[in-house]
Every structure is written in structure tokens, then in C-alpha cells.
């Protein structure tokens, strides 16, 4: 595994952490008691874009494993 890979996996641990507290605030957001409390933060895009990113770099980090 080179440095640009181990940077890459750990970029993409960051995005899946930041995926997961994304997914907790919007599961948050819809479980609410006062409907008029909206918000304000879009946790479904942070949610997708953050995932998106752990899946391609969490998936360039890996493609050495999978090599022949």
C-alpha cells in the first residue's frame, strides 16, 4: 500500500464518519416532535455527497487488494 493509498483510505474514513453523523442528523430531523423546528443544514446532501466520497475513495484505496 503507497502513501497516496493510505491517504486516500483515511480521506475516505473521515467522509464515512461524516456520512454517519450526516444520516443520525437527518433520521434526527425526521423523528422531531415540533414540526415548526425545521433547521436549517441539508443533512440528505451532506449524507449522499459523504457517502459518495467514502465509496470512491475507500474503492481507489482498496483496488490494489483485488489486483491479480
Known amino acids: 500500500m503507497t502513501d ?5 483510505a483515511f480521506a475516505g474514513a473521515i467522509a464515512a464518519a461524516i456520512a454517519v453523523l450526516a ?3 437527518d433520521r434526527r430531523r425526521m423523528k ?5 423546528r425545521v433547521g ?3 443533512w440528505t446532501s ?3 455527497f ?5 465509496v470512491l475513495l475507500l474503492g481507489v484505496a482498496g483496488k490494489d487488494m483485488f489486483r491479480g
Not at 497516496?4 to 486516500?8: A, G, L, R, T, V
Not at 422531531?32 to 415548526?36: A, G, N, P, Q
Open 4 to 8: 497516496s493509498d493510505k491517504i486516500m
Open 23 to 25: 444520516w443520525v442528523g
Open 32 to 36: 422531531r416532535t415540533d414540526l415548526d
Open 40 to 42: 436549517f443544514m441539508p
Open 46 to 48: 451532506v449524507f449522499f
Open 50 to 54: 459523504a457517502l459518495m466520497a467514502a
